[in-house]
């Protein structure tokens, strides 16, 4: 709860110009900007900047508040399945480890939301499906829509329309053509959102030229190897964090295709036992596989850049494992037989997943504190995957703003080791050593940058400083005014051209770029006294007098810290 902003959380909610504007509404629900469409969420997110602001601890409330609410609707859910002791389902999902992510990481509301309206969907459709003739449009159009809601906070949840034919075998032994036409408008939900998010994935998220784009046979063996991930860390949870090693696949080896095969065998074990208890395994098992599917690979999507898996990911399928688990705990008798240690099986029965959930519940707060703030995620991270470029990166970052400079050029050149493409990587090192004096070490990574990424502005425009900081102006200049014509609205750009252009004592040229950073960023101080400087330069006396006023008018006027 007393965690704080980490990784993707300013992108989507800090800096985000629709959240943090009152009017931003219009803009969520009916604009065009965002690398998603998730309405929903993203009006959650809005109602929260207004209520908290920067605080985290409100968004950390939802998200626990939500994360319980979707455990008590599972507890539901099973209750109306039948399974006994179904509160038991509900506490081990709420305490176990797999979910610490979705509820610890501010940006998983997608997460936490989606689930309980899923719920609500489901638990509508079991309604819909025991009501008689003439009292089912209620619960039908209820159904569709908490289903329409939670893909507009997360089209991951987009399989529902399977789970519930799967549902329709579990319950008569057969799948009807009334069961079939009545999935059909939860169908159209799902192919009308999942095409929006699949294009937006495609065309909108920034990085994602660094999605994988990878053969048939990579993306399947990849597939069963997270099926096999997933199914051992819901039965083990140990070993967690934030970003897990990519698994070389290219080509895949003949042992990493055996899950596919292993998991058909266990569903074709469950399924000559459907007559009794493998039909309730398939259900569990299947909700399991079949909701996983979306985030398996064979659909890019930008975060499997990173790692093939990842804990958010296995939320939603993370029921199915759980609620079979409980009702395999009950397979103990209800009533004792008269025989002895009877009595000792059902104290067992109730005692050892109590236990569980509290082992779980130690377990999971321990997990929690690394999601504590950056330096800690991404610290916990390296050591955890070294191998991980984005966690030295990121812990480089953090540890740059905290004044640990040598500590972040060891990780800068950790990630450019893993990543030797990262031109993000050579632009921030660049910087590093810039701020620890080393101008010439620093004009090399620069170069790498841009190199790597011609048409990278700030490269260009740090490139420029450096280069004006050792009077290498003409060069600066040239760099500079690349970075203009790439970022022609930046007000630090044309204030840093400015600054060469003054060096060279061309006045007049430097006295039009202040104004325009003025022009774009006024109020500024610093702007003022730099144009001031430079109509001295130029002879205008009375202008730059006037300059010195107005700077030492914003000085004044500014808060003090």
């Known amino acids: 709860m007393r965690g704080g902003w980490l990784w993707d959380d300013t992108m989507y909610i800090v800096d985000n110009p629709l959240i943090r504007s009152p009017g931003g509404l219009g803009g969520i629900w009916f604009g065009s900007a965002g690398a998603s469409y998730y309405p929903i969420t993203e009006t959650v997110r809005w109602a929260q900047w207004q209520l908290w602001g920067n605080a985290t601890f409100g968004y950390h409330l939802t998200n626990l508040g939500l994360h319980l609410l979707g455990a008590l609707l599972f507890w539901r859910l099973l209750g109306i399945l039948g399974v006994r002791r179904a509160w038991l389902g509900g506490l081990i999902f709420a305490v176990h480890p797999l979910a610490v992510e979705s509820v610890a990481w ?68 057969a799948i009807r053509w009334a069961d079939v ?36 046979a990579v993306r399947a063996a990849a597939a069963g190897l997270a099926e096999a991930f997933y199914l051992g860390k819901s039965l083990l949870p140990t070993d967690l964090m ?6 070389a696949l290219d080509p895949p080896l003949a042992v990493q295709w055996l899950p596919w095969p292993a998991l058909a065998v266990l569903a074709a074990w469950f399924y000559t036992k459907r007559e009794g208890w493998g ?30 898996v990842a804990d958010h990911f296995a939320y939603v399928p993370l029921l199915g494992l759980v609620g079979l688990a409980v ?89 450019l080791r893993a990543k030797p493409d990262l031109a993000e990587a050579e632009d921030n090192l660049g910087v590093t050593l810039t701020n620890s004096g080393r101008n010439l070490e620093a004009i090399a990574h620069y170069e790498a940058a841009i190199r790597i990424q011609p048409d990278f502005p700030e490269a260009h425009d740090n490139l420029g400083v450096t280069l004006t900081r050792i009077g ?71 202008e730059a007098m006037d300059e010195l006023a107005r700077a030492q008018e914003l000085e004044d006027n500014s808060p003090r810290p």
């Open 472 to 542: 290498r102006l003409d060069e600066a200049v040239a760099h500079l005014e690349r970075a203009l014509e790439l970022a022609p609205r930046s007000a630090e750009g044309h204030n840093n051209l400015g600054l060469a252009l003054a060096g060279l004592e061309r006045w007049d040229e430097a006295i039009a770029h202040y104004q325009a950073a003025i022009r774009i960023r006024p109020g500024l101080a610093a702007f003022h006294r730099n144009l001031a400087s430079a109509l001295r330069g130029a002879g205008k006396i009375a």
């Open 106 to 173: 501010i940006s998983e509301l997608k997460n936490t939301l989606s689930l309980p309206l899923l719920l609500l969907a489901t638990l509508a459709y079991l309604r819909w499906d025991a009501a008689p003739p003439g009292r089912r449009g209620r619960p039908y159009a209820l159904a569709v829509f908490w289903f329409a809601a939670a893909m507009l906070c997360k089209t991951a949840v987009v399989m529902f329309p399977v789970t519930i034919l799967l549902y329709a075998w579990w319950k008569r032994r």
């Open 279 to 308: 039909r309730h395994a398939l259900l569990g098992l299947g909700w399991f596989v079949i909701t996983l599917a979306p985030v398996l690979g064979f659909i890019g999507i930008a975060y499997l850049r990173l790692s093939r």
């Open 181 to 216: 036409a009545a999935s059909l408008p939860f169908f159209a939900v799902s192919l009308g959102l999942g095409l929006v998010t699949v294009w937006l994935e495609h065309t909108r998220v920034v990085d994602y030229q660094y999605a994988p784009r990878e053969p048939l």
């Open 242 to 247: 934030p970003i897990y090693p990519r698994w």
């Open 327 to 415: 009702a395999a705990m009950n397979l103990a008798p209800e009533e004792a037989p008269k025989r002895s240690g009877a009595r000792v099986v059902r104290v067992l029965a109730l005692a050892v997943p109590i236990a569980l959930a509290g082992v779980f519940a130690a377990m999971s707060r321990a997990y929690a504190e690394v999601f504590r703030d950056e330096a800690t995620y991404w610290g916990y991270t390296v050591t955890q995957n070294p191998g991980a470029w984005i966690a030295h990166y990121n812990l480089a970052k953090s540890l740059r703003e905290g004044g640990r400079l040598d500590e972040a050029i060891a990780h800068y050149e950790a990630a």
